[in-house]
């Protein structure tokens, strides 16, 4: 049997029905057999970055790798943004790279290359992939592949690259059966569950942290079954704002360096903390970690390194969230938990006292008042991508997400462009049901090609373009501890009209300025004419129009810009 025929079989039998790829001749025998061979979709994209991307988002959204192909040199090194994205952000992909031909290869020998476009790709990818591998040896391919699918999705999931030499892919091989390998398991002490189960009983201002590893572990259900029976408020991780919707009565709001202002007070007041699916990382703490230290924290991961990291004084729970929830129940058959009444009475009261929508007083269009509208009409959206910048935390502080409705962005990697070929890829794992891109007008000129590859494929994303004519995060930044010298951050008049830009690829496309257009604009996005097509909305923002609120340097989360005198519990 072919080598690449043995491969695209296998693709399918794992459940694969998508592939992102841009074409090159090392993947020529890989792309031939899958076409053939298989029913396989094969998706081409314009750049190599947005096909990995696409994929990053295809594994989020359906829990099955995300696979995506390039060919040797060029290709293969354009992968690595999106394969350390998947790695950051624990995304189960397969990358799979073509290589030159294996007598071709330098080896051993003390020169720079040997093969045209010969690059040693496994080295590169390395320290962002839960594993690499060059196969050399057709034979070993069975059980790499079987290996790379176990590896990318089990504890957490992440990518796995293989590299493969073009005359490997056409060597005739005679697979073998692979029986499936053991999944690990772990134990849970039971006096940390019991210990648990009794602190979550006394405290009077609890909280849980949900992150990005709540979807990641496909615990979701489990997770909404956690909170149901111990009534503990949810705040949330950039990563984790879609692990519960914005009308639960348990949601307390995003956390972070831009987070909702009550939410970040909330944190800092809690007595008790459970973290689950989160590695509690510099953006969500700020530097300063004393004012999280003082009260009793359990963290549950599945990675021991993760705790007692940054933050310490821990209960560790190692363990998958699966495992997790699962120990807990038993444990907690016979307990009965109260609804902390006072203490969500507390935080809807700051809440009252700091909206979101009053933040800021931007000249123009409002963005956090603008997310508030386009949740309120985007009820067929499946999934909000977010790009990186000022409108990732605009987004993050203000989208009301249905239960259901799901949230992507590159969050460790922090990737401008990422918006717009994740848009692909969600759209095409939710079997092309409409998706919402926002992205800024800086992010939006990274992977802009990807146009093309909407268009081609009927896909309705809708893009929301936030054009202020500037990188506002950097801006920001320069106006702080720069004079506000704008080196390299605002573009001015010199920016393109995104609206031309979208008639030009044949996508309908319109502008709005003032906050009296924003309704009939969100109509407009969605009505009878555009609900099944790609769009793009220009939303002219204007350029001062800063991220508020945010940490201020030096301080501890729980005092952000503008300032504010906090309200501590006490002296209520």
């Not at 995003?254 to 987070?259: E, P, R």
């Not at 003082?294 to 991961?301: A, E, G, L, S, T």
């Not at 203490?343 to 929508?357: E, I, R």
Request: contains cysteine.
């Amino acid at each position: 049997m072919k080598a690449s025929d043995y491969i695209a079989d296998f693709l399918e039998k794992k459940g694969i029905t998508n592939i992102f790829e841009l074409s090159g001749g090392m993947i020529t025998h890989l792309l031939d057999s899958i076409s053939q061979k298989t029913k396989i979709n094969i998706v081409t994209m314009h750049h190599e970055q947005s096909a990995a991307f696409a994929a990053d988002a295809f594994g989020r959204v359906t829990g099955i790798p995300g696979v995506a192909m390039a060919t040797s040199g060029p290709g293969a090194t354009n992968l690595l943004t999106g394969i350390g994205s998947c790695y950051f952000d624990s995304s189960p992909a397969i990358f799979i790279t073509g290589q030159v031909n294996r007598h071709e290869q330098k080896g051993d020998r003390e020169i720079r290359q040997l093969g045209f476009q010969e690059t040693d790709i496994v080295a590169m990818a390395k320290p962002i992939t839960k594993a690499a591998y060059l196969v050399n040896n057709p034979n070993d391919i069975p059980r790499i592949f079987e290996e790379a699918f176990k590896i990318a999705t089990e504890g957490r999931p992440g990518p796995v690259l293989i590299d493969l030499p073009m005359d490997v892919q056409r060597t005739q091989i005679e697979p073998e059966f692979i029986a499936d390998l053991p999944k690990p398991t772990s134990k849970i002490a039971d006096t940390d569950l019991d210990n648990l189960i009794q602190d979550i009983k006394k405290a009077k201002r609890p909280l849980i942290l949900a992150g990005g590893g709540v979807r990641a572990s496909k615990s979701l259900q489990q997770f909404e079954a956690f909170v149901n029976q111990t009534k503990v408020p949810v705040i949330t991780t950039l990563l984790g704002l879609d692990t519960i919707a914005a009308d639960d009565a348990m949601r307390v709001g995003f956390i972070g360096s831009y987070g909702n202002r009550w939410a970040n007070i909330a944190f800092g007041e809690c007595d008790l903390l459970v973290v689950l699916g989160s590695r509690l990382d510099i953006r969500q703490t700020g530097a300063d970690t004393k004012f999280i230290e003082n009260r009793i924290i359990y963290h549950v991961d599945c990675d021991a390194c993760e705790i007692n990291n940054r933050i310490k004084g821990c209960v560790a729970i190692v363990a998958t969230l699966s495992q997790f929830f699962e120990a807990f129940k038993s444990a907690s058959q016979k307990t009965t938990f109260n609804r902390p009444d006072e203490w969500l009475a507390y935080v809807a009261d700051l809440k009252n006292k700091w909206p979101d929508t009053t933040e800021l007083t931007p000249a123009g269009i409002n963005p956090n008042i603008l997310m508030r509208e386009l949740s309120a009409v985007s009820q067929k959206a499946t999934t909000f991508l977010a790009d990186v910048g000022s409108h990732q935390m605009w987004s993050a502080q203000s989208l009301q997400l249905n239960k259901g409705q799901l949230f992507l962005t590159s969050g460790g990697m922090g990737a401008m462009g990422f918006s717009l070929p994740a848009g692909i890829g969600a759209c095409i794992a939710t079997d092309k049901k409409p998706v919402v891109v926002l992205i800024g007008d800086g992010c939006m000129q990274l992977n802009i090609q990807e146009l093309q590859t909407v268009v081609r494929n009927k896909l309705p994303v809708k893009i929301i373009v936030l054009n202020n004519k500037t990188l506002g995060m950097i801006r920001q930044f320069q106006d702080s501890y720069f004079e506000s010298r704008y080196q390299s951050t605002y573009w001015g008049y010199d920016t393109p009209d995104f609206e031309k830009v979208a008639t030009a690829y044949g996508i309908n496309a319109k502008t709005i300025s003032e906050p009296q257009q924003v309704k009939d604009a969100m109509e407009w996005l969605w009505n009878d004419e555009n609900a099944d097509k790609p769009t793009v909305l220009q939303v002219m923002v204007d350029p001062h129009t800063n991220t508020y609120p945010k940490i201020a340097f030096g301080k501890p989360i729980t005092e952000m810009e503008p300032f504010s005198a906090p309200i501590g519990m006490e002296s209520t």
